[in-house]
């Protein structure tokens, strides 16, 4: 079904992902997280600051310009922050305070305030602005155009398109954008949340994922391939503490800290060694423990017990960061090509240990246990954050602040 052969990116991979490889020498930023969205990426720093890089037309690197940048700009929010999230045309981030404040593009309602259009035209928010609601939230996840988060008590909201009934709530229309949070419906618990935007999932206190939404690859885990308006239980008897979802497949972490994975496999991206979708949860491959995990446009990261970092799915623009591993070939969604791939876990080049990865769209950062920031993939815009424009399928690291409002000649 699939062939084996080096995972050297052809010429013509290169050419799209604007590739070679680059790295940076300087002293960097100290992060405690790292987001990857879909062409750009946030971070935070043990300062509090936080910092975005990459593509930023529609304001989401939240600098008070629409300006691209190739190295970390600092987020315009005199906050201190805990955690960022990143998402293709928005980001949000959660204050020490357990305040959420969200920027970048907010017509379909996803930073969570009504952003007057006589002011701001097409509802572009840039510096941040806060949540409407008053809640205090201990984290957020933002996905396609849809942000959730989980408040102080553990309770579920979401905000922004509603259209896949991502929302989880079945009294709110969805036709309309949701410019304010709206509590998921049922009185669940959550420990964990996350949303692409399609549909979103949410791991409760008592380890059951519940998710809502798109169900059209089985996404949602409940055995069928129907819509949910409302959290529905995932059909598995495992006990979870954490879920992170993409568009058409989603993965679950137990207690054990084994991965789980169910949904679409066009790339391998379920990582059980087929490229079978599946309705209901699956093991990925082998015997190792993980301690989190993250679900991007095709492709999944995750730490192992040890700190290393493991990646499968789609390696088209180098985004599993596995260097020469021998990979197979895939059909890439949607299209008539192939491209490389892994249907089991293979592990990040370059023996880094990590602290957290993050997933995005055609890249993956992390944040090693020393607290540098490394990404591999694409690097359109500069979302791999070195100051060049040059994919890598290796880790390179994240270099230093860019005074901000610079621009750096990126279009």
């Known amino acids: 079904m699939f062939a084996r052969k080096r995972a050297a990116l052809s010429p013509l991979i290169l050419l799209f992902c604007s590739s070679s490889c680059g790295d940076s020498r300087d002293a960097g930023i100290r992060f405690t997280s790292i987001a990857a969205g879909y062409e750009h990426t946030c971070g935070t720093a043990e300062t509090g600051a936080a910092y975005c890089w990459g593509f930023g037309f529609f304001g989401q690197l ?9 190295r970390p700009i600092t987020v315009s929010a005199d906050l201190p922050f805990v955690s960022v999230t990143a998402a293709e045309r928005h980001s949000c981030g959660l204050t ?27 509802r572009f928010a840039n510096p941040p602005v806060e949540v409407s609601g008053n809640l205090e939230f201990v984290a957020l996840d933002a996905g396609r155009e849809t942000t959730c988060g989980i408040t102080r008590i553990g309770s579920g909201y979401c905000w922004g398109d509603n259209s896949s009934r991502a929302i989880g709530n079945d009294s709110v229309p969805g036709f309309f954008p949701v410019f304010e949070p709206v509590r998921i419906t049922g009185d669940l618990e959550f420990v964990s949340l996350s949303t692409s935007g399609r549909h979103t999932c949410g791991t409760t206190r008592n380890g059951i994922i519940y998710c809502w939404g798109a169900n059209d690859r089985g996404q949602l885990g409940d055995g069928s391939t129907e819509d949910r308006v409302e959290p529905v239980a995932v059909a598995s008897a495992l006990k979870f503490n954490m879920v992170s979802t993409a568009e058409h497949f989603t993965c679950g972490l137990t207690d054990a800290g084994r991965v789980y994975c169910w949904g679409a496999n066009w790339v391998g991206e379920l990582g059980n060694g087929s490229l079978d979708e599946s309705l209901v949860p699956v ?3 082998g015997d190792i423990i993980f301690t989190s995990v993250s679900s991007g446009y095709w492709h ?6 040890d700190g290393r970092g493991y990646c499968w799915g789609s390696h088209r623009c180098g985004q599993l960061g ?3 591993a021998e990979l197979e070939t895939c059909g890439e969604p949607g299209t008539f090509t192939e491209s490389l791939c892994a249907t089991s876990p293979v592990p990040v080049a370059g023996n880094l240990r990590f602290g957290s990865i993050s997933a995005g769209g055609l890249h993956t950062c992390g944040v090693t246990t020393g607290g540098l920031g490394y990404c591999w993939g694409s690097n359109d815009q500069g979302r791999l954050g070195n100051g060049t424009t040059s994919a890598s399928d290796v880790p390179v690291r ?3 602040a860019e005074h901000q409002g610079i621009s750096l000649g990126i279009s």
Do not use: F, K
């Not at 939240?62 to 190739?70: C, F, I, N």
């Not at 999944?300 to 017990?305: I, K, R």
């Open 62 to 70: 939240g600098t008070g310009t629409g300006q691209s940048s190739g």
């Open 96 to 122: 020490e305070n357990h305040v959420a404040v969200c920027w970048g593009y907010g017509m379909h309602g996803q930073l969570g305030v009504d952003v007057d259009p006589g002011i701001r035209p097409h």
């Open 283 to 285: 093991p990925v491959l």
């Open 300 to 305: 999944v990261c995750a730490v192992s017990a």
């Open 322 to 324: 596995v260097g020469n």
């Open 398 to 400: 994240v270099s230093g």
